[in-house]
């Protein structure tokens, strides 16, 4: 089960940083990425991590705002989102990727994920 939150409302120029608790075990765990869906558009990759070794991949849209960390022990990820932009507006979803490293980016190669948390960016 996966949990996340943090979402809100912040101006652009703004910081925000989602977190995804996840119970269970971790074992068969590969990666842990985020998806969002802005209103009208379809899903789109967003960052994810490999849970063991904890190198991370990003769409060019955030790269270098965007950073997705994890804690381990909390079996948490977090994504930190800085120098938000209105086009970051979406639905916010973690979600987990069981087994091995292909289809980091593709949706359907997730097997679990969160409920969604709203990330509203003003201008």
């Known amino acids: 089960q996966l949990q996340a939150s943090g979402g809100g409302l912040v101006q652009a120029g703004g910081s925000l940083r989602l977190s995804c608790a996840a119970s269970?075990?971790?074992?068969?765990?590969?990666?842990m990425g985020w998806f969002r869906q802005a209103p009208g558009k379809e899903r789109e990759f967003v960052a994810t991590?490999?849970?063991?070794?904890?190198?991370?991949l990003y769409a060019d849209s955030v790269k270098g705002r965007f950073t997705v960390s994890r804690d381990n022990a909390k079996n948490t990820v977090y994504l930190q989102m800085n120098s938000l932009k209105p086009e970051d507006t979406a639905v916010y979803y973690c979600?987990?990727?069981?087994?091995?490293?292909?289809?980091?980016?593709?949706?359907?190669?997730?097997?679990?994920w969160g409920q969604g948390t709203l990330v509203t960016v003003s201008s």
């Open positions: 991590i490999i849970w063991r070794g904890g190198s991370s």
């Open positions: 979600a987990e990727k069981l087994g091995y490293g292909t289809g980091l980016y593709v949706e359907s190669e997730y097997h679990y």
């Open positions: 269970g075990r971790t074992f068969s765990r590969y990666a």
